[in-house]
C-alpha cells in the first residue's frame, strides 16, 4: 500500500509562488499516473493536475496556466508548482493515485495547507 506525505504548503499573498512535494513510500510509482487534489472548506475534494508515467500533464481549468506539475521518478516524488496564487487556491492539498477525475486508489495523506491572502 502506498502512503503519501505531501509537503511545501504555506501562507502567501495573492500573486505568490508556493512548491509542493508528494513524497511515495511503500511503492514506486514510475509507472503510475499521479495527481494533486485540493480541497477547499466546505468544498468537494477536486483534482487539479495530473502526470503520466511518461510525463504528460493535465490540468483543471481554474489552474491551467499558473500551476505546474512535474515528477522525479528517482527519488519517487511529484512536485506541484504553484505560480500566480489567487485567494480561490486556498485549500489542503493532497497526492494519490488518480482513477478518472472522480476516484483515486490509495489512501489520504495528511496534505499541505495553502492559504493565499488578498
Known amino acids: 500500500q502506498v502512503q503519501f506525505v505531501e509537503s511545501g504548503g504555506g501562507l502567501v499573498q495573492a500573486g505568490g509562488s508556493l512548491r509542493l512535494s508528494c513524497a511515495a513510500s511503500?511503492?514506486?510509482?514510475?509507472?503510475?499516473?499521479m495527481g494533486w487534489y485540493r480541497q477547499a472548506p466546505g468544498k468537494q475534494r477536486e483534482l487539479v493536475a495530473t502526470?503520466?508515467?511518461?510525463?504528460?500533464?493535465n490540468y483543471a481549468d481554474s489552474v491551467k496556466g499558473r500551476f505546474t506539475i512535474s515528477r522525479d521518478n528517482g527519488k519517487n516524488t511529484v512536485y506541484l508548482q504553484m505560480n500566480s496564487l489567487k485567494p480561490e487556491d486556498t485549500a489542503v492539498y493532497y497526492c494519490?493515485?488518480?482513477?478518472?477525475?472522480?476516484?483515486?486508489?490509495?489512501?489520504w495523506g495528511q496534505g499541505t495547507q495553502v492559504t493565499v491572502s488578498s
Open positions: 494519490n493515485r488518480p482513477v478518472g477525475s472522480s476516484y483515486w486508489i490509495d489512501p
Open positions: 511503500g511503492s514506486t510509482l514510475s509507472t503510475a499516473t
Open positions: 502526470i503520466t508515467s511518461s510525463g504528460i500533464t
